[in-house]
């Protein structure tokens, strides 16, 4: 048996195919790619960023299973569904194929895989929640007093603090 192709990108629109084992059945289906990039929170509280999300039908069984290309190119492995407010029928997510490239072979070597994270809650900063005009960016709402964040704050605020009085 060969493995097959992974590809490292995806197209909102393209058709795609998913192949799953629920219920102890082959299921093979078809569909399209609906968005990408979509970020979720997983069961275990991480937040999982850049995935598929795609409309070939989908079952409890089917995460784990490829989602594939026309070309039999690995686009992504299906996640479980319904997780964390996506318990849309008829729409599955996918951990992306560079992700998993990331993932497993930490997995295979060490038995875990640390996810990196930052321990901020972040917010588009905009005109429409925002008092100063013509201004983007971000807000952080929330820094996690466990997080990597936490340690760095008080520096990365007294950086922004001289910044601010050198140009007052």
């Not at 060969?2 to 490292?8: E, H, Y």
């Not at 195919?17 to 082959?26: H, K, T, V």
């Not at 299921?27 to 997983?42: A, P």
């Not at 069984?61 to 318990?87: A, E, T």
Request: contains cysteine.
């Amino acid at each position: 048996m060969k493995p097959l192709p992974i590809r490292n990108s995806s197209k909102i629109g393209e058709n795609v195919a998913s192949i799953g084992y629920p219920f102890e059945q082959l299921s093979y289906s078809v569909g399209n790619i609906k968005e990408i990039n979509i970020l979720r929170e997983n069961i275990f509280g991480y937040v999982q960023t850049g995935m598929i999300q795609h409309d070939a039908c989908s079952y409890h069984g089917s995460s784990g299973g490829p989602l594939l290309d026309l070309q039999d190119q690995v686009l992504g492995v299906n996640s479980y569904p319904g997780l964390q407010g996506y318990d849309v029928p008829g729409l599955t997510l996918a951990i992306p194929s560079n992700i998993i490239q990331k993932t497993v072979p930490k997995l295979i070597s060490q038995h875990s895989y640390e996810h990196p994270w930052l321990g901020v809650d972040v917010t588009d900063l905009t005109p429409s929640n925002s008092s100063v005009v013509n201004h983007y960016g971000a807000v952080v709402q929330y820094v996690d007093p466990d997080g990597p964040a936490r340690k760095q704050v008080w520096r990365v605020l007294s950086r922004i603090c001289q910044v601010l009085v050198t140009h007052l």
